[in-house]
C-alpha cells in the first residue's frame, strides 16, 4: 500500500474564459453535455478519492479553467475536509470570485495562480491576490516572461505581499541571453529552473512511483507528457506498475513536470509546497 501518492488530474475540460495567444492549450467551447461529462468524470475522481486508505495530494491541472465551473470549487472545499488528503490544490487565471473558499479546509487548500496581462485588468487580478490573501488562502502567482511582460512582472511584484511568491515561466520556444535571464530573476530568484529545458532522459523521477497522471476516463500515465499508459484508477491496474523509473524523454521543459526530477532537487526547494508552486523558504 502506497504511504502517499501525488495525482495531476486533467479531466476533458477544455473551455476557457481567456484566449492568451501564448498559451500551448487548444482550446474549444464545451459544448452542455461535454460539460457534463467533465462534471461526471471530476465527480468519479473526487468518489474515488474519497474512499482510499492512504494519504494522497491532488493537483487539478485543467486544459481550460476550472474554477468558474461549480464542480471543480466543490470538489476542493471537499477534497479539503478529507483527513487523508494532504493537499488539494489547482491551476487558476483566478477569474471567478474566491469567496468560496470560506468553506475550505485552508490547511490544506492551495492555489496556483497565473497573471495575463491583456486579458484581465490588472488592478482586478491584484483585487483577487488581496483578497486571497487576506482570507489566509495558500497561493502562488505567476507570469509568463515574455519580454512584453516585463513591466507588469515588476509592479505585480512590487504591490504583492512580500509573502507571496511570484514564479516567471519562461515562454514556450524562449531563449534568454544572460542579461534577459537576470531581469526576470530579480523578480523570480528561481527563474533559472525555468529558463532552459532540463535534460531528463534517464534521469531518477518520482512520476511513476509516487506520483501519476490521471484523465477523465481513469487512464493513469506516469506524467502529463508520457503517453504510454500504467493502468486505470478505477480498477487498481495501476497500482502493479508504481515503481522507480528513469525520464524516457530527452527534455522537460513544463514545472508540473521537472519539480519531479530528483536530481535537481526541487522537493526540498518546495518542501511542503510542491503542488501549489510555494518555496518552503520563501521570503527569505
Given at each position: ?129 488581496s483578497d486571497l490573501a487576506g482570507r489566509g ?39 534568454y541571453t544572460d542579461a534577459d535571464a537576470a ?14 529545458p532540463h535534460p531528463s532522459r534517464g534521469l ?81
Amino acid at each position: 500500500m502506497e504511504e502517499h501518492l501525488t495525482v495531476l488530474y486533467r479531466g476533458p475540460l477544455a473551455s476557457c474564459d481567456y484566449d492568451c495567444p501564448y498559451c500551448p492549450f487548444a482550446k474549444r467551447r464545451d459544448t452542455p453535455e461535454q460539460l457534463r461529462a467533465d462534471r461526471e468524470a471530476l465527480e468519479r475522481f473526487v468518489g474515488w478519492v474519497r474512499e482510499q486508505d492512504h494519504e494522497i495530494s491532488v493537483l487539478f491541472t485543467p486544459w481550460g479553467e476550472g474554477l468558474v465551473r461549480s464542480w471543480y470549487r466543490r470538489a476542493l472545499v471537499e477534497l479539503s475536509h478529507l483527513p487523508h488528503v494532504r493537499r488539494a490544490a489547482i491551476q487558476t487565471n483566478l477569474s471567478h470570485r474566491v469567496d468560496w473558499t470560506a468553506d475550505a479546509d485552508l490547511s490544506r487548500l492551495a492555489l496556483w495562480c497565473t497573471y495575463h496581462p491583456g486579458q484581465v485588468p490588472y488592478e482586478r487580478f491584484l483585487g483577487k491576490c488581496s483578497d486571497l490573501a487576506g482570507r489566509g488562502v495558500r497561493f502562488s502567482v505567476g507570469i509568463v516572461g515574455k519580454a512584453e511582460h516585463l513591466d507588469a512582472a515588476r509592479r505585480l511584484r512590487a504591490d504583492l505581499p512580500a509573502d507571496v511568491y511570484l514564479w516567471v515561466n519562461a515562454a514556450e520556444g524562449a531563449t534568454y541571453t544572460d542579461a534577459d535571464a537576470a531581469l526576470w530573476s530579480e523578480i523570480d530568484p528561481l527563474f533559472g529552473f525555468s529558463r532552459d529545458p532540463h535534460p531528463s532522459r534517464g534521469l531518477p523521477c518520482r512520476t511513476g512511483e509516487t506520483v501519476i497522471s490521471v484523465d477523465g476516463n481513469g487512464t493513469v500515465r506516469r506524467c502529463h507528457f508520457v503517453p504510454s499508459v500504467l493502468g486505470n484508477l478505477y480498477d487498481g491496474s495501476f497500482r502493479a506498475a508504481l515503481r522507480p523509473r528513469p525520464c524516457p524523454l530527452d527534455l522537460c521543459d513544463c514545472h508540473i513536470g521537472y519539480v519531479h526530477l530528483e536530481p535537481l532537487g526541487l522537493y526540498g526547494v518546495f518542501a511542503g509546497g510542491v503542488l501549489e508552486r510555494v518555496p518552503s523558504a520563501w521570503p527569505s
